[in-house]
């Protein structure tokens, strides 16, 4: 852990790098650009390429692993994680795509199960009961392998498609978790950096990821002429390559002890450079569309859109050749532990005196940093003298481990909120050229530009609205839930009319709202529950998106879809070119996502009602102000 000073680089390098990474890490949200050729290539319905979808979704998302790894190791571990991930999983999805091999080979299968067994069945088991871990993975192991020897054994001409499913599905869960190692990684260690201002960093952070699905169009209309083959390929060796260049960038630093009054106006620079990134890509999109482009311009465009994306690094470099005077400066001290350094990785400590002496409170940043099993210990040898009595648990706003947030109402009011809002929301992304081409759209690149430009408005102003709103009025975040979700009402309302011209303005309304609910959640999870074990707590409420995904989009979406095309088309569903025209195809679908959310806006302005005491307690100086720990 490396002691800083307030305007100091080391973090705001690692939040240049982290917008990197979460590019890299968005790669789940591209599905769109290549759905379409697992269905002509391979000959999927749409309902088995909505659950191809939902193994995008449940991958992204389940990050229970990596939230625990996180306080145990640095982040570069992480990131060397996540990249093996995208290697193996999007590599294999590229060998069935490119047709490189014209049935998935036994052991890759084999590996796949391995693979899935240990990642899926370690998140539980190490949270519940580790001694049930190994016996967990070994069941998990032999179903599979029962299932593959059913398949390999019976397998007809019909049952060709099962095969190419079942290592598939496994695929895509392990390439896209690649995406909850590199977010929980950059995610976890800049919210630690920047403690006091923890909307505007999950803001630009997620804002970022939520801009990947448009950076990954660019890339593959632009440079890769939208060949799914070629992008496939692109995203199993470029994101890896990136995270082991970035990957000792990101850094945990210890935290300045008060505000730095430059910090306003970098996060300023960032989110500027953020929007007209986006309103960038969005513009070379269109016109990509509408006008021929030669090769040599296609590359020019995109290396303007890199120099976009190094933008934030333009900070720390600026901190280079302009310094900030450090008598201005403070830093958040902490006592030196070898549990620190075991728990962080890195077992160099700056010995820099710190120049104003931090209050009582501002040194309570630092606990969540503090490993678990030393407090563990001391609790148990004051208790056997007699010294305490009991540990008392934690109130709202203080560190909670996740089964002591399990046993909170807000916390389940959080989740299913949540789970509403972005569970219906990727039900439209992971369908979104399903629902244009039933809408008559032409080319549904650009549909995904739009929902990509505006998903990325919605996280990056949820972030500073929220902080804004809580800072000025203390009023809750989840407040932007409530409102959001009311639109997404609407939106859905619009999508089920299928009036003419309504379609883009109900994609970009349900972008905006869908990204709001991800910068929401990220600092109210903290706020409500700390930071100490907050990777884990964020990680389990980004189950809402795959359970979600599961339901409405794997179950509801892509039932109610080729139903109705086996009224179109006689039943025949077996063909790969048979799709769903006219406004039947999801009219019922957004209907029912449109009462989902009235229920989800009733349980937001619950949870909003029932949080604001927090919130007035944590801001009611105008700046967030850190409750005491929990004590014994």
């Not at 509403?420 to 629902?435: D, F, Y």
Request: glycine share 10%; net charge positive; charged share 10%.
């Amino acid at each position: 852990m490396v002691t800083l000073k307030v305007g100091s680089r080391p973090p705001w390098v690692g939040l240049g790098a982290a917008v990197w990474v979460q590019i890299a890490g968005g790669n789940g949200g591209s599905f769109a650009l290549y759905s379409h050729s697992l269905k002509s290539v391979l000959g999927f319905t749409q309902q088995q390429l909505t659950m191809i979808g939902v193994a995008n979704d449940i991958g992204e998302n389940v990050g229970l692993l990596p939230g625990i790894v996180c306080n145990k190791f640095p982040p570069w571990l992480l990131l060397l994680i996540g990249a093996v991930c995208c290697f193996l999983g999007y590599g294999v999805v590229w060998l069935a795509v490119s047709k490189t091999v014209l049935y998935m080979p036994y052991w890759i299968v084999s590996v796949l199960v391995d693979l899935n067994s240990i990642l899926v069945v370690s998140s539980i088991g190490v949270i519940f009961n580790a001694a049930m871990l190994w016996k967990a993975i070994s069941l998990l192991h032999g179903v599979g392998y029962i299932c593959l020897e059913l398949c390999h054994k019976w397998a007809s001409s019909f049952f060709l498609i099962s095969i190419y499913i079942i290592p598939l599905w496994i695929a895509f869960c392990i390439a896209t978790n690649s995406s909850a190692w590199m977010g929980t990684a950059v995610l976890v260690t800049n919210m630690r950096n920047f403690p006091l201002s923890r909307g505007t960093v999950a803001g630009i952070l997620k804002g970022y990821g939520g801009l990947s699905a448009a950076v990954y169009t660019e890339i593959c209309a632009l440079a890769l002429k939208n060949s799914s083959s070629k992008f496939l390929l692109f995203l199993a060796v470029g994101i890896p390559a990136l995270c082991l260049a970035l990957m000792y960038l990101v850094r945990p630093c210890t935290p300045a002890s008060g505000e730095d009054s430059s910090e306003h106006g970098h996060f300023i620079f960032v989110i500027t450079a953020s929007v007209v990134l986006g309103i960038y890509i969005l513009v070379t999109t269109v016109l990509n569309d509408v006008l021929f482009i030669s090769d040599a311009v296609s590359y020019a465009l995109l290396a303007i859109m890199v120099v976009f994306l190094w933008a934030p690094l333009a900070i720390p470099i600026k901190m280079t050749f302009y310094p900030s005077n450090p008598r201005k400066s403070g830093v958040l001290a902490r006592p030196s532990s070898s549990s620190d350094q075991l728990n962080l990785g890195d077992g160099i400590t700056d010995k820099t005196e710190p120049l104003l002496t931090p209050s009582s409170s501002a040194a309570q940043l630092g606990s969540f940093y503090e490993g678990d099993a030393g407090s563990d210990i001391d609790i148990l040898l004051a208790v056997g003298e007699g010294a305490v009595k009991k540990k008392r648990r934690p109130k709202r706003g203080e560190d909670f481990s996740l089964i002591q947030a399990f046993m909170k109402a807000d916390f389940w009011l959080l989740f299913l909120v949540y789970f509403v809002g972005v569970g219906t929301g990727v039900t439209v992304l992971n369908n979104l050229a399903q629902i244009g081409v039933a809408a008559g759209a032409h080319d549904t690149t650009i549909l995904l530009s739009l929902f990509s430009f505006c998903n990325f408005l919605g996280r990056l102003s949820g972030g500073a609205v929220s902080e804004h709103l809580v800072r000025t009025r203390t009023i809750p975040r989840t407040i932007l839930m409530t409102c959001t979700q009311i639109t997404m009402i609407v939106a859905y309302l619009l999508f089920a009319s299928s009036l003419d011209g309504t379609l883009h303005a109900a994609i970009a309304l349900l972008g905006i709202c869908y990204g709001v609910q991800f910068s929401v959640l990220v600092p109210t999870a903290s706020e409500l529950f700390g930071l100490k074990n907050f990777g884990l707590i964020f990680n389990f409420m980004s189950l809402g998106n795959p359970l979600g995904a599961l339901l409405f989009s794997g179950w509801l979406a892509g039932y109610v879809y080729d139903k109705e095309a086996a009224k179109q088309h006689g039943f025949n569903l077996f063909q790969s070119t048979v799709s769903c025209l006219g406004p039947n195809c999801f009219r019922l679908t957004f209907l029912i996502l449109a009462g989902v959310c009235c229920v989800g806006t009733l349980l937001s302005i619950i949870l909003t009602i029932r949080i604001r005491p927090v919130y007035q307690m944590l801001y009611s100086g105008g700046s967030f102000r850190v409750p005491p720990t929990s004590s014994h």
